[in-house]
């Protein structure tokens, strides 16, 4: 009889950390690796509204699992938020009977995820949703322990569209406050709701310290500040690659990776445009840099029209985003420059490139590892920004000695195998208390 206690990941992707990947690829693929080797019987599942493709990376990533004896579920369908022919009808169910899943999407929806357990004879003791709205939602009435990682509150998220909103239209009429209210209410209600969810789980890791202190505060009882993971470098073969392909001159700065009208990186290139570039142009002068904005989708409207400058290109979608990554003597942060503060893996990514890393200060309130001088060069405003940039791209050995820091934070704080254990410990200490289990 297998006695190993049974622990379902779950996330929006099928996980791999090869190839061209992203957070919401590398991390549950590490979870899922190093629960196995810790000795759990782990299964992997992918939740969402839509099957995502699967790349030739993710289905070597599944390969990969599968040998270290992963179990792989088939891809499970939840179904997307209803819409409501009635205004009436949808205010009531948001702000009178403050519906959870009027409020969550993919809230209640457990019955899929329980029929492809059944359809596998197999059911876990313990689920971790990892970043993923939907799925966390929808395994919130699992007869298991719960244990979802959790990245930005949801209410959070809303309240910083709604500020990009007012970026956007900055002028007040009936019809804007009217939204604004509207919105302001609804926010209000999300927030009650997903506060309500969490103090269900048992266990809730939160990846940001400002984030984890937030749920303490509101008395979500499972709550810790699990620190995020990526895999570090094996040997020195990034600075080698660095010394050659580095482009100083012009200077190549990377100054964003990701979604261009994600929540953050809409805030990150609007400091860009209006503050970050206006200061490198006098500090560095005309045409000395450039700064490269790697990711898919546009910016939001009014944000594409800060980045209207030569010195900004918009590369889009790059395959090689690693190998881009080599070549630019600076990883840059905007993103926490505004009152919207969260922690970015991009960071961790950015590190085991080997990358001098400039970012606002505010960004240690999410990430306190991160200590200017040490293994990143933070700064207060976009003058400050430009100062930190000009300083590191005329100081090699300087890049150099933080790469190296950053590498030993990844290899010390942020490595996979460290992180796990301790969500291995708190697994089997709750489990220990009978918590859910069968």
Request: glycine share 8%; net charge positive.
């Amino acid at each position: 009889m297998n006695d190993r206690l049974r622990v379902l990941v779950m996330g929006g992707t099928w996980p791999h950390r090869a190839g061209n990947v992203q957070a919401a690829d590398v991390v549950p693929y590490e979870i899922a690796r190093c629960l196995a080797a810790e000795g759990f019987d782990v299964a992997v599942a992918c939740v969402g509204f839509a099957e995502p493709p699967v790349s030739a990376a993710a289905r070597a990533g599944l390969a990969e699992l599968q040998q270290l004896g992963v179990r792989l579920l088939p891809f499970i369908k939840i179904a997307p938020p209803p819409g409501s022919n009635s205004a009436l009808r949808k205010w009531w169910r948001l702000l009178i009977q403050q519906d959870p899943a009027a409020l969550i999407p993919g809230y209640g929806q457990s019955a899929p995820i329980l029929s492809a357990l059944t359809a596998a004879n197999w059911t876990p003791h313990v689920a971790i949703p990892i970043w993923n709205y939907e799925a966390t939602a929808a395994a919130a009435d699992l007869p298991c322990i719960l244990y979802p990682i959790y990245g930005n509150p949801d209410d959070k998220v809303y309240l910083a569209n709604l500020r990009l909103m007012w970026q956007r239209e900055r002028r007040l009429s009936a019809g804007w406050l009217g939204r604004y209210l509207a919105d302001r209410l609804r926010i209000a209600a999300v927030g009650r709701a997903h506060l309500a969810m969490l103090n269900r789980f048992e266990l809730v890791a939160q990846n940001a310290a400002n984030d984890y202190e937030y749920y303490r505060s509101a008395g979500v009882s499972g709550v810790h500040y699990l620190r995020n993971m990526w895999p570090a470098p094996v040997d020195e073969a990034w600075a080698e690659t660095r010394d050659r392909v580095e482009q100083i001159a012009p200077l190549k700065i990377a100054g964003n990776v990701g979604h261009l009208n994600a929540t953050a990186n809409s805030f990150g290139l609007l400091a860009i445009g209006e503050e970050i570039v206006p200061a490198l142009r006098r500090r560095l002068g005309d045409g000395t840099f450039g700064m490269h904005i790697y990711g898919r989708n546009n910016p939001r409207p009014f944000i594409a029209r800060t980045l209207r400058d030569p010195h900004i290109k918009l590369r889009g979608f790059v395959e090689d985003i690693d190998g881009e990554l080599l070549s630019c003597p600076i990883f840059l942060l905007a993103n926490n420059r505004y009152d919207f503060k969260v922690g970015h893996t991009r960071i961790l990514h950015a590190f085991a490139l080997g990358a001098c890393v400039v970012a606002y200060r505010d960004t240690a309130i999410a990430m306190p590892e991160l200590m200017d001088g040490k293994n990143i060069l933070l700064a207060d405003d976009g003058p400050g920004i430009a100062e930190q940039i000009a300083r590191a791209a005329a100081d090699a050995p300087l890049r150099r000695r933080l790469a190296r820091a950053g590498i030993d934070t990844l290899r010390t704080l942020f490595r996979p195998e460290t992180v796990v254990e301790e969500m291995a410990a708190l697994i089997r200490a709750e489990a220990a208390r009978g918590g859910k289990v069968a």
